[in-house]
């Protein structure tokens, strides 16, 4: 028996060391040099987010503590004993709109429906996203619902080792799910108008493109492949519908823990462990806004353990009928995971969905008057627009300093039956960043393009046309700074750009197409860096659980193994911000006056300070509350095993 003891912890730790291995040499961060474009920005409770950390389908402390307390951390014991357990899981999130709130946050109105609205429809939804980011009509109007919802599979393999042959007390646990899980976002789109307009010349390419060359509808562009005007490349990050299989069949994590009884009686023990998580299941790609993750993220986890009992009533003629309490706790640090992931712009919830404009040298001697002084631009629009989601999702170091899962129950055993009625408690800590990866296209220069128009004309707007400089830092997901228009400016000259000056190609004047109105641009454009990224704080989770079980073992059956089988349920509550950036009773109505909406508060990015990226000590600027997230679930489970001396 020594040896099998010998053997099976050596195993366990050849198997942590292959899989560590196994994890680091498919890193697939990008390891060019380190980037300083560490930022913390305000995340406003009620602002969207653009991933969900779930709970990693494996970590599940009442599903380990039911059925089993008979068979383990057992008294004056001096041989090997132990218990393989099964369990077959299915669980399913319910709450759907409250899922939708933390993926899109205050931008919905009502309780699920997210407005799409171009820019020159009239009164227009303050909500309501920009078409003109997604190749729309300019009076295009629709209304998409959501109906989030994850569901998981769960083979769960137990094994629990009493060590008292070697020392009285000392106990061995391995723990390794393999999970089916299928997430499905259920967008639905209502188009109200599909409208009529295309773009006119100079708004997003030299050409007029008609309304036939344009997208039906958002979810159309939202599928990937879609590409309208000077855009080359489509969305290919953050994209509402999988095309392909929405769901992932991995091992979730191989669970592994050393501990030991030190309080160890026949009605009550007290212990402590060491546990390490190995992780198996698949990191985010951000391919997709609501994408299947199986296990934690690809997270490293090391931590202790607790674990305690008390039977406060036996019975003195049949030791097989008692009462007692049981509770099991893990306390863990999650090690940082390079993981692809998709970023907002600072204080622009949602932002990662606007266009960006590429800029480059100017090669057209874009210019204007400044002052009195003819003065050259830094930069002219290169021809090339992109999903801004594009280049804010990169490879980054995601680390959770705490993550908890406590599970107490109240255990009735009457001869072979037993029954379990428990409550359990898992949190964790809001993930952070370091951004010591570097993209692909780190190297390229990219401004907001808001609702600019990005070419002039010469010649009254008649002769050759030339790329401008205009950019739009004040742009959101909602609307540009031209439209609508204000005191009477015409939208098409650029009015509200940065720094906006009327416009020449050398000495020559510059026009909007076709139109004998001078037109403006940014001297100087202003260009983003990483540093404009909400890399702050992430939402924290925490949820509460209730679960019960019941359970018969065949104690009477002759022999060294005694089989047993239960059934359970569970119900599980996750916190969020819901409530507080929504009216408290939904009627799915489109009036949307009814709730409150919040956000962060005004917070100068500006004045963010941040430690050296290295140093993993990034610091929020302002505070936002606590922003908060979590899956909602049920789930029912089938346990069965053999228990052995």
């Known amino acids: 028996m020594n040896k099998i003891i010998k053997f099976l912890l050596t195993l366990s730790l050849i198997t942590n060391s292959i899989i560590y291995s196994f994890n680091s040499s498919g890193d697939t961060c990008n390891t060019c040099s380190t980037c300083s474009d560490c930022n913390s920005c305000c995340m406003g409770k009620c602002d969207g987010y653009p991933y969900l950390q779930i709970r990693s389908q494996g970590t599940d402390s009442p599903r380990n503590l039911v059925q089993l307390q008979q068979f ?12 393989l357990s099964i369990t077959t899981e299915y669980s ?11 993926l899109f946050g205050s931008d919905i109105n009502g309780c699920q429906e997210l407005y799409i609205q171009g820019s020159q429809v009239e009164d227009r939804n303050s909500k309501a996203w920009l078409a003109d980011y997604f190749g729309l009509p300019t009076d295009f109007q629709s209304k998409l619902s959501f109906s989030p919802k994850v569901q998981n599979a769960i083979l769960d393999f137990n094994f629990y080792l009493g060590l008292d042959e070697l020392a009285e007390g000392l ?51 939202m599928k990937g492949g879609y590409t309208f005007g000077d855009m080359q490349s489509p969305i290919r990050a ?12 991995k091992l979730a994590q191989i669970d592994l823990e050393l501990g030991w009884n030190f309080i160890l009686q026949e009605d009550y023990n007290f212990g402590i462990s060491i546990y390490t998580s190995c992780p198996t299941g698949n990191a985010p790609s951000s391919t997709f806004l609501f994408e299947p993750i199986a296990g934690n993220g690809k997270h490293w986890e090391l931590g202790a353990g607790l674990n305690g009992s008390w039977t406060f009533y036996r019975s003195q003629e049949n030791p097989d009928r008692n009462i007692g309490l049981w509770i099991d706790a893990t306390i863990s640090h999650l090690f940082k995971s390079c993981q692809c992931r998709s970023f907002d712009f600072c204080n622009k919830p949602n932002s990662r969905y606007m266009l960006l404009e590429q800029m480059g040298t100017n090669t057209d001697d874009i210019k204007a008057y400044v002052n009195g002084n003819e003065t050259s631009a830094s930069e002219q629009y290169n021809r090339n627009l992109i999903p801004a989601v594009n280049w804010s999702t990169f490879a980054i170091d995601v680390r959770i300093d705490v993550q908890a899962d406590i599970a107490a129950k109240l255990g009735f055993m009457i001869d072979n039956w037993n029954f379990d009625l428990g409550y359990n408690f898992w949190a964790r800590s809001g993930e952070k960043f370091c951004n010591d990866k570097c993209g692909c296209d780190s190297t390229k220069i990219y401004s907001i393009k808001g609702d600019s128009w990005i070419y002039g004309a010469q010649d009254n707007g008649d002769g050759n046309i ?82 019960s079980n019941i359970g018969y073992a065949w104690k009477d059956k002759e022999g060294d193994y005694v089989p047993f089988l239960g059934i359970g349920a569970k119900i599980e509550f996750a ?71």
């Open 72 to 83: 383990v951390n057992k008294y004056d014991m001096d041989t090997t004993y132990g218990a």
């Open 92 to 102: 399913q999130s319910f709450r759907p709109e409250r899922l939708t709130n933390f």
């Open 171 to 221: 106990f061995f646990k391995l723990n390794f799910p393999l999970v089916w899980t299928k997430w499905q976002l259920c967008p639905c789109e209502q188009v109200i108008d599909k409208g009529v307009n295309g773009f006119a010349a100079g708004y997003m390419s030299t050409a007029t493109i008609s309304r036939a060359s344009l997208a039906n509808n958002l979810l159309d562009t």
């Open 238 to 249: 953050g994209k509402f519908i999988n095309s392909c299989d929405t769901s992932k069949t």
């Open 466 to 547: 030339y790329a401008l400089s205009a950019s739009q830092s004040l742009a959101n997901i909602h609307t540009g700074k031209n439209y609508p228009a204000i005191n009477g400016n015409n939208p098409k000259t650029n009015p509200s750009i940065d720094n906006p000056y009327d416009a020449q190609k050398g000495a020559t004047e510059l026009f909007t197409i076709a139109a004998a109105n001078r037109i403006k641009t940014s001297i100087n454009p202003v260009t983003i860096t990483r540093k404009n990224l909400n890399l702050g704080k992430s939402p924290s989770s925490i949820s509460n659980s209730a679960f």
């Open 575 to 645: 916190k969020d911000n819901y409530d507080d950036c929504h009216c408290s009773s939904c009627n799915n109505t489109n009036n949307s006056s009814n709730c409150n909406s919040c956000g962060c508060s005004s917070c100068n990015c500006s004045s963010c300070s941040c430690d050296s990226c290295d140093s993993n000590s990034c610091n929020s600027c302002c505070d936002s509350g606590s922003p908060r997230g979590g899956v909602s679930t049920w789930g029912i489970w089938i346990k069965g095993g053999l228990a052995f001396d």
